[in-house]
C-alpha cells in the first residue's frame, strides 16, 4: 500500500513493526498512537507545550507497563526469598521447574484455543474462527518440544501451511504429518498405503552426467549398445537393492514409500511400481528436512547405506489430484516434530484471508507460551489501566505533566470504545457501565465488553485473553512515535538553527 502522507507513512511503519515483532496487535497500534495526538491536540490548541504533554506521556506509559505486570495472569515460576541474618538468596527454580512452568502453558489446551480464537475471530467468520483455532492449537502442541523451556523457543517454520484452491473455507484442517505438493510418477503405482515406511532418500536412479568434461566414443552401433547396457546395468543394481530392502523390512499389511531429492528414470519407476512401491522424485529440500522431523528416520544418501533404523513411519500416505496438480498427505505420524495446516477455499481471496488469519493465530499461541502468561481481553486493561494513571498516577505526579497523564488514561479508553462502537452500542453508555462495573468491584476484576449485549463481563470467564507482549510493544510504539510527532516542530526547528552564526560572534 502506497502511503503519500509523511504522518500516516511513519504510522504505518509503525504497525508494520508491531505485526514483525509480535504478529498481532496491529490495529490497537494505529488506534492508540492516533488517539494520543488527538488528545494532545486539545491541550496544545490552549497553548500547552507538546514537551509538557510528551514528559507525561512517559510517565503514563511507564506506569502502564508497570501495571501490565501486575495485571496480567502469570504461569512463571515464582522466586523465592530466604534471609540467613545478614545474608539475602534469591532462590530461583531450576531448568526443571521451569520446564514444568512452560508444560503448563503447553499443556492447557482450553487456555490456548482461547487465545487462539481471540486473535482470529477479529479476522475470520465465527464458525470458521473457532475451527482455525483448534488446527492451530494442534499444530503448536505438535512442534513445541516434550520437556519445553523458556530457553528454547517455538519454531513455527516447522508448520507447513499448504493452500487447496477447492471445496470451502471450513474444509480446511490439521493435518498430523506433511502435505506435499507432488506426487508418484507412474499409473500404476497406488495411491493410498497404510503403514508405511518412509525412506527419505538423495540417490540418482537415472543416468548422470559426467562432473569433469569429458565424453564416450565408439565406432560401431555395437558398442554404443554395451555403453547403454553397463550404464542401465548399474542403475538396475541400484533399484534391485531398494526392492530386496523393501522385502526385508515390509511384513504382511506394510507398505514402502521412497521419497527421493534426485530423479528416477521411467525404466526404475517401473521396477519400483511392480513392487508396489509409492516413489516420489525430485522432492523439495524443505519438505524433505520435515520428512525427517514429521516420520523419524535419517535421510539416505547411498544405496550402500541401506538399514532398517533410518527409515520412517507414517500410517497413511495417499495421493490426491486436483485438476493437473498432484498432493501426496503423508499422515497418521507417530512422533511428529513437523506437521501441515491445509488451507482450503474457493478462491484465492478467502485463501489469503485465512492464511493472515492463521499466522496471527500461531504468533497469539507461540507469544502466551514464552511469555507464560496472558491478560484479560475485550479492553479490559485498558479499561483498568486508565483507571489506575487517574486514580493514582495523576494525583502523585505533579506540576503540568499531570495534563499528560490524564490525556494518556483518556487515549487508553480508545480500545473499548472501539469495541463498542463497531458492536453499534452508545460508546458513552459502555464506558461508563464498564467503570461502574469496575468501581463496584473495588478495582480488583478485570471487567470487559460484552460485543454481543454491550453489558460487562469477566472475560476470564468468557474466554477471552490477549498476549503480554503484545500489550507491551504496543503501549511502546504507539507512544514514542506519538511523542516523534508531538515535538517535530522542535526538531525542525533545531534543524535549521544548526550552522547557524550566534549573533555577535563575529566581534568576537
Given at each position: 500500500m502506497q502511503i503519500q502522507h509523511p504522518t500516516a507513512a511513519l504510522i504505518a511503519r509503525t504497525a508494520t513493526a508491531q505485526d514483525e515483532v509480535t504478529g498481532d496487535g496491529t490495529t490497537s497500534t494505529v488506534l492508540l498512537c492516533g488517539e494520543l495526538l488527538k488528545q494532545a491536540h486539545r491541550y496544545t490548541s490552549e497553548g500547552l507545550h507538546p514537551r509538557v504533554i510528551a514528559d507525561g506521556f512517559d510517565i503514563a506509559r511507564d506506569a502502564t507497563l508497570k501495571f501490565l505486570d501486575e495485571f496480567k495472569v502469570d504461569y512463571a515460576p515464582k522466586t523465592t526469598t530466604t534471609t540467613d541474618g545478614d545474608d539475602t538468596t534469591n532462590d530461583i527454580d531450576n531448568d526443571e521447574t521451569e520446564s514444568s512452568s512452560g508444560n503448563k502453558v503447553l499443556q492447557d489446551r482450553e487456555l490456548l484455543t482461547c487465545l487462539a480464537s481471540?486473535?482470529?475471530?477479529?479476522?475470520?467468520?465465527?464458525?470458521?474462527?473457532?475451527?482455525?483455532?483448534?488446527?492451530v492449537v494442534d499444530a503448536i502442541q505438535c512442534i513445541a518440544p516434550a520437556n519445553y523451556t523458556t530457553n528454547t523457543p517455538v519454531d513455527l517454520n516447522m508448520v507447513e501451511i499448504m493452500t487447496m484452491q477447492r471445496k470451502l473455507g471450513s474444509d480446511s484442517r490439521f493435518v498430523n504429518g506433511l502435505v506435499l505438493d507432488h506426487g508418484g510418477r507412474h499409473p500404476d503405482m497406488p495411491t493410498v498405503l497404510t503403514n508405511c515406511h518412509i525412506m527419505t532418500c538423495n540417490v540418482t536412479f537415472e543416468y548422470e552426467k559426467t562432473e569433469v568434461q569429458s565424453g564416450f566414443f565408439y565406432s560401431n552401433a555395437d558398442e554404443r549398445e554395451k555403453l547403454v547396457e553397463s550404464e542401465r546395468k548399474w542403475l538396475d543394481e541400484r533399484c534391485r537393492a531398494v526392492v530386496d530392502f523393501k522385502r526385508s523390512v515390509c511384513k504382511e499389511g506394510e507398505s514402502f514409500v521412497m521419497i527421493n531429492q534426485k530423479g528416477i528414470d521411467p525404466l526404475s519407476l517401473d521396477i519400483f511400481a511392480k513392487e508396489g512401491i509409492l516413489c516420489l522424485r525430485r522432492a523439495k529440500r524443505r519438505n524433505m528436512e520435515r520428512l525427517t522431523l514429521a516420520c523419524g528416520g535419517s535421510p539416505?544418501?547411498?544405496?550402500?547405506?541401506?538399514?532398517?533404523?533410518?527409515?520412517?513411519f507414517a500410517g497413511k500416505v495417499s495421493e490426491v489430484t486436483l485438476g493437473d496438480d498432484k498432493f501426496t498427505f503423508v499422515e497418521e505420524c507417530q512422533h511428529p516434530k513437523s506437521c501441515t495446516l491445509l488451507l482450503q477455499g474457493p478462491n484465492s481471496h478467502t485463501i489469503d484471508q485465512i492464511k493472515d488469519a492463521v499466522r496471527d493465530g500461531l504468533r497469539a499461541v507461540k507469544n502466551a507460551i514464552e511469555d507464560q502468561a496472558v491478560v484479560p481481553g475485550a479492553g479490559a486493561f485498558e479499561l483498568a489501566a486508565a483507571m489506575n494513571l487517574r486514580n493514582v498516577v495523576a494525583k502523585a505526579t505533579k506540576g503540568r505533566a499531570k495534563l499528560g497523564v490524564e490525556a494518556y488514561a483518556e487515549a487508553l479508553l480508545v480500545i473499548p470504545k472501539t469495541l463498542a462502537e463497531n458492536s453499534g452500542f452508545d460508546v458513552q453508555d459502555c464506558i461508563l457501565n464498564l467503570t461502574d462495573a469496575r468501581e463496584d468491584s473495588d478495582c480488583t476484576l478485570a471487567v470487559g465488553l460484552d460485543c454481543t449485549s454491550g453489558d460487562p463481563m469477566i472475560p476470564a470467564d468468557e474466554g477471552v485473553w490477549d498476549n503480554v507482549r503484545v500489550k507491551r510493544q504496543c503501549l511502546h510504539l504507539s507512544t514514542v512515535l506519538a511523542s516523534q510527532l508531538l515535538l517535530v516542530d522542535e526538531v525542525m526547528r533545531a534543524g535549521k538553527q544548526m550552522g547557524r552564526v550566534p549573533e555577535g560572534a563575529d566581534d568576537m
Open positions: 481471540t486473535s482470529l475471530k477479529t479476522k475470520l467468520e465465527h464458525d470458521l474462527a473457532d475451527q482455525i483455532a483448534t488446527a539416505i544418501h547411498s544405496v550402500e547405506d541401506l538399514d532398517a533404523t533410518m527409515l520412517g
